[in-house]
Each structure stands twice: as C-alpha cells, then as structure tokens.
C-alpha cells in the first residue's frame, strides 16, 4: 500500500471512528497532516463556492441591466474572471503574499509568478503547517475577482469593453494584492509582521475577517470612481428628475442574489484559513450561520423599509439589502451572536435603501447598486467590527478604512483618466442608444425579442 493510500485510509478511518482512530493498538497518523489535508479541502470547497459567485455576479447584472445591454454584460464577467486568474497568477499572487520577499517591507510585495508544489508532492515537500500552495492561490484568487466584478455592473451600459477590461488587469494583479498584502500579507496593517512600520506599534490593529474592506470596499471604491468619470447613462437625470431604467430579467437577478447568497459561506466560512481541529470547525459552523442570519436581517430590512418609505417594496432593493447584510458581516462574520448578526446585516439592508437615493442626488449613476451594497455597507461593517470583536478598536477599523480607500482611490481615479484621455472609455451616443450588445458586440441576448 502506498504512503498516498494509507494516508487517505487512516483519514476516513479517523472521520468515521472518532472514538477509536487514535488508539494505542491504531495505525498512527500525525495530526499536521490531517490537519493539512482537511484545510486545504476546506480552500478547495471555500475556493469553488466563490467562483459560483462569478456565476451569481453575471446573472444579477445581466437581469439588472436594460436587454439591450446583457450581451455585454457576460461577455464583460466572462473577461474579467480570465484576466484576474491570468494576472493574479503572473503578479499578483506574489505581490499578496511576498513572505520573506517584500520589495518595500510591509508595503510592497514580491515581484513574479506564482508557483506550485511539485507533483506527487509528499510530507517531506510540502508545509504541513498550513495547506497547500495550490489551494491556497485559487482560494485567494477568487476574492481577486470578486473585487473586479462589483465594478462590472457598477459602470454598466456605458463603458467600452476593452478599456474596462485593461482597468481589470490592473486593479487585479497590482492594486486589489498591494493593498490586500498589507493586512493579510502580513504588511503594515497586520498585527504579526517582524519588520517595517505596523501600526499595531502604536496600539491599532486593523481587523478584517474576510474582506468588507479588503474585497468589497476596494471594488466599491473603484466603482465609485469609474462612475464619476464616466458620468451616467443618457437620459438617466433629465430636468432635475431621475428617470429609473427598468432592468431586463428580475427572475435572473434573484437568482443571481441566490447564487451569490450561497457562494458566501464559502467566502467567509473558508476564510476560518484553518479546519484541523474540533474548534476550527466549530467556528466555521458558527461563521455559516452568522453569514445566513446578517443576509436575511439586510432582505427584510429592505423590504420592510422599501414599503414604508416607497409605499411598495421593491424587489431590486430586497435582492441588495440581502448582499449589503451579507457584505457587512464579512469583515467579523465569528464573533457575533445570531442577534448581533442580524442586527449588522439589517443596517447594511438599511444603507441600501436609503444610499441608492443619496447617489442620484449627486447623479451618480450605479447601476445594479453596487456602490451602496459593496462600498457603503463594507465601510459599515468593518467599523462595526470593534463592537463584537474586543481585540478592534473603531479607531482601527477607521485608520484601516481611510488608508485602503485611500489608495484605492487614487490608483483607481488616475487608471480610469489615463484611459479616458488615452483610448477613451465611453462608447458614443448613438451606440449608447442602439445599445452595447450591438454596437460593440453585434449580437443580441434575446434577439427574438427584438424590434429592430
């Protein structure tokens, strides 16, 4: 029997006879590699949930969208998820996790690929401290391009296809990893790094479980300033009105929320990074239920809200009151009680409500609401996260907060000029009217439903 073999026996053994698995008269099996099995198992499951996510983004978007716009919109999840894996791979990865390999200690990661453990690879060659280097990369690259899909359909309807996805490539493999690289990559935000400045030196620790911050808000602040730049749709604020464009398939977009729903328990469950032990996986059971609870208490915030403030409730503001609950427990979705979660994800369901109107005061035109759900209910809960977590501080979250929004505004902000004054990123007004599945696609989604 061959070492492989004999691992994966005594491993099912161990699951299934807990009580006998470790007697003296038992075969022994050190407990770092069950514990490095069944973490790495936990990033493969966590990993392939969030890329369903990429699946629940598209479908969302393209139901919120006008149909004369939803050709683009795939087309537009469909490039980016290829270029962050592509660039994440060839830069960012490194550039996230330098380990020893800082170019700028604690501020700027290591330059070049990612790379593997070789095949077949046994105990004598690989960490048995964590998990695997490949788990660990397509885990960790599906939060790159979650961050590049909360832009997708902010700026939606408008933007030209190749210029947005050059901005892709950037904000995946430079500005998503350094600034991720400074708190999970153990850089200046961290609290367990040896060199360079941490702010954790002058009492501030900045804490963010899964990234309400790190994931949601950088995607919402590169959001935010795309929109700007590229300014709203053509007939969107007319006479001091705001006229809402009706999206084209509600029944796609709840499932899309659905999708995404589902796709966040591996988001935050997996981001536990641990399950060796009876307590790790206690606490994902605990992150699961948190997760679930924060969404329902952000869905029945917003329909609740939507019916007193509107007169009717609004199904669009349910669908991203129950995203705004779900990215507002990201960033502490353990410590909580099931009350305290509901009770943040119901303010994130809260925010939605009553942002979306605050944006087009300002005519700010987002179009699936991702401003709201991923920036504004991200900003919420990260600061939110000192009142159930005692080793934050609200003054950390806010220091964390500003640095990485930040950053990513500026980088973000002179990515999108530097576009806009070099290729430009705004289709003209006559293919803004036609639509962008036909003029820059030349196909249709429901071409059977056209009446041109």
């Known amino acids: 029997m061959s070492v492989t073999t ?69 087309t537009k999840n469909m490039g980016l998820l290829g270029l962050a894996t592509i660039f994440y791979y060839l830069i960012g990865y490194n550039l996230m996790y330098p380990g020893d390999g800082w170019t700028i200690a604690g501020v700027i990661g290591a330059f070049g690929p990612a790379g593997l453990e070789p095949v077949g690879a046994g105990t004598d060659a690989v960490d048995l401290g964590y998990a695997s280097v490949g788990s660990d990369f397509f885990f960790q690259l599906m939060f790159c391009a979650a961050t590049a899909s909360i832009v997708s359909g902010a700026v939606a309807e408008r933007i030209k296809l190749w210029p947005f996805l050059a901005f892709t490539v950037v904000l995946t493999a430079v500005i998503y990893p350094i600034q991720a690289s400074w708190k999970w990559g153990g850089g200046f935000l961290g609290s367990d790094a040896t060199e360079g400045f941490m702010m954790s030196n002058f009492g501030v620790v900045f804490q963010d479980f899964a990234g309400s911050t790190i994931v949601h808000s950088v995607g919402g602040w590169a959001a935010l300033t795309g929109a700007i730049i590229l300014g709203p749709r053509i007939g969107k604020y007319v006479g001091g009105r705001v006229h809402p464009f009706m999206g084209s398939n509600l029944p796609l977009a709840t499932l899309g929320t659905f999708i995404l729903w589902l796709g966040w328990f591996g ?14 996986v206690t606490d994902i059971s605990r992150i699961f239920a948190n997760t679930n609870t924060a969404a329902a208490g952000g869905a029945i915030a917003a329909l609740i809200l939507t019916q007193v403030v509107f007169k009717k409730p609004d199904l669009t503001m349910i669908l991203n009151g129950a995203l705004a609950g779900l990215v507002s427990i990201t960033a502490e979705p353990l410590a909580p009680t099931l009350g305290e979660a509901t009770l943040i994800g119901a303010i994130g369901g809260a925010i939605v409500v009553f942002a979306v109107p605050l944006l087009d005061k300002f005519k700010i035109d987002d179009v699936v609401g991702a401003i709201p759900v991923h920036l504004f209910a991200g900003i919420w809960g990260t600061f939110i996260v000192a009142y159930t977590n005692s080793d934050a501080s609200y003054m950390g979250q806010l220091a964390g907060i500003v640095i990485i929004g930040g950053f990513v505004i500026v980088t973000s902000a002179a990515l999108w000029f530097i576009l806009k004054v070099t290729v430009g990123i705004r289709v003209g007004e006559e293919e803004e009217i036609t639509g962008l599945d036909m003029s820059e696609l030349g196909m249709e989604a429901y071409p059977e439903f056209s009446h041109r």
Do not use: C, W
């Open 267 to 280: 988001f935050n469950g997996a981001s536990q990074l641990a399950m060796g032990s009876v307590g790790d």
């Open 6 to 74: 004999k691992t994966v026996g005594l491993l099912a053994a161990t699951l299934l006879l807990p009580s006998t698995a470790f007697a003296q008269d038992a075969p022994a099996l050190v407990p770092t590699e069950v514990s490095y099995i069944l973490t790495t198992l936990l990033f493969l499951i966590g990993g392939f949930l969030v890329f369903f996510m990429a699946a629940g983004f598209a479908m969302l978007e393209a139901g919120l969208v006008r149909s004369k716009n939803v050709t683009m919109q795939l």
